[in-house]
């Protein structure tokens, strides 16, 4: 199937049925599996990075896209990093843009990128599964979904030390066109942010896990507006100056200083904001539009071996979904992390603006994922003592 796998999985529309399993198909043998994070990404947050650290784990996704735009691939964003599965046969392109990231993160952003390439085989070999669903949150995008425990054994052996990808030469950089930030934080409506991990405990629980998940879902569901949906129906306020002007300068320069690029970036999103000031469109570009395929096209739920979400919702809300992780949590069926704020953010890839397949990766605004996964390795461990 080459490159096609991904699109030749038959879409799901309704994101409760992400725990069906016959909404799944395993990756082939022949395939690899990418994983990449920042390296004490818990240190950047603390310190308020919250944008560089999103930026850098979305530029795993951006440079392998950049590659080549006809070949799709599953990929899922996961905060502090990313994970995607790519062909054998591009080992070496793939392994060359990752090598750019990290070069690229160490020098522009000063923060350390990890990743490894993971043969499916030795996955399988492992006694771990690899399977794929496709999720179409709009007529021009769908994300991928992971089962199986295979994405987070290929984590696991990333920072082992094992499969890693060794950073390039100084002076490399990877291609982020594309890779951007500007959207205004968006602040909770309806309560509180709440950044959410939901994991299996082990396979023995795969039933008592999928109707876990479809009672969180339930709750969202029945309690927040939007199934939580945090960013609003008519989409994000874009902001002035652009929010994270300075990375995605570094991001995007190419051979060009960085005053040059700062200015094209700046004048790039005055245009928007004076269209949607007096309501006109430019050419193909449709400011209004633009925004609602934006709010169509946010990953703000997913599946990576688990459950992963970043919602808005009443304090109450959050309170009943903890109570019943906890007991889930006490009966050995999961182990959970979630971290509450007051806002979350968001990093895009823009392939064109004049397209629908524009994507956007929503985080909590003070790193959401990044801290509940220290809770859930908190509890994990508590496990294993």
Known sequence: ??????????????????????????????????????????????AGRYKAVNTVGASVISAIMNLDRDASFPFVFGGDGAAFAVPESRRDAVADALAGCQRWAEEEIDLELRAALVPVRDVLAAGKQVSVARFQVSPGMAYAMFSGGGIAWADAAMKSGDYTVTPAPPGARPNLDGLSCRWRPMEAQNGEILSLLVLPQDNDSETAFAELVEKVLDILNREAERDG???????????????????????????????????????EQAIPCILELFGGRMKRFDPARYKLETTQNTDFRKYDDGLKLTVDCKTETI??????????QDAGTAFFGMYRQDSAVMTCIVPSPFTNDHMHFIDGGSGGYALAAVQLKKAMAAASD
């Open 229 to 267: 949906h945090p960013v609003a129906p008519d989409g994000p306020t874009y902001s002035w100056p652009p929010q994270g002007l300075g990375i995605e300068v570094s991001a995007s320069r190419g051979t060009k200083s960085k005053l040059c690029r700062a200015l094209a970036i700046i004048g």
């Open 319 to 328: 309170t009943e979904i903890e109570d019943i992780l906890s007991k889930a």
């Open 1 to 46: 199937m080459g490159d096609q796998f991904f699109d030749t999985i038959p879409a799901f529309t309704e994101f409760k049925d992400v725990v069906q399993k016959d909404r799944y198909r395993p990756l082939p043998e022949d395939w690899l599996i990418g994983v990449a994070d920042v390296v004490n990404s818990t240190g950047a947050l603390q």
